[in-house]
């Protein structure tokens, strides 16, 4: 299962620069950016502590979703960017958000659950793992993740919390 290779196959955190993570993300998904006509913004993201396969995972997990759950006839609007969090030093707030289809608040504890969906098989590929996944991965760098969503239709943002160099202990909150 791929919840339990996060942990099996971690691998040492080293210097991440999470700019060039995103720039492999995004030339991996260019032919969904293009057969979708999405835009896709990028701020100037900070190097921390991490495992660099986990971070592509994670990126390229919510990225993707970002460019599925578009808004039907109307091109992905996505953006990534990142501050210092004023409340602890040397922890990061970086944020994906998507003018999509947006999740309604009875159902944002879901999308955390493995196997769960929202939306009928046949409606949206995958297989309801992605954001588990993400979350997983965020656990084990010691950060948070969470879900903003305006009402249905108007976009989702994804939250993350990480250390510069965390060493995998979580961060207080």
Known sequence: MELARIEAEARP????DLNAVLKSVRD?????????????????LPTIQADKVQMQQLFQNLLSNALKFHVPDEPPDVSVAARPD???PGVWLIRVVDRGIGIADAHRWRVFKPFERLHGKGVYEGSGMGLAICERIVKRHGGTLCVESADPGGGTAFVLRLAEKTGGRPLEP
Do not use: Q
């Open 13 to 16: 955190f080293v210097s991440v």
């Open 86 to 88: 004023p409340r602890m």
């Open 28 to 44: 991996d998904l260019e032919p969904r950016i293009a057969a979708t006509g999405a835009r896709l913004r990028v701020e100037p």
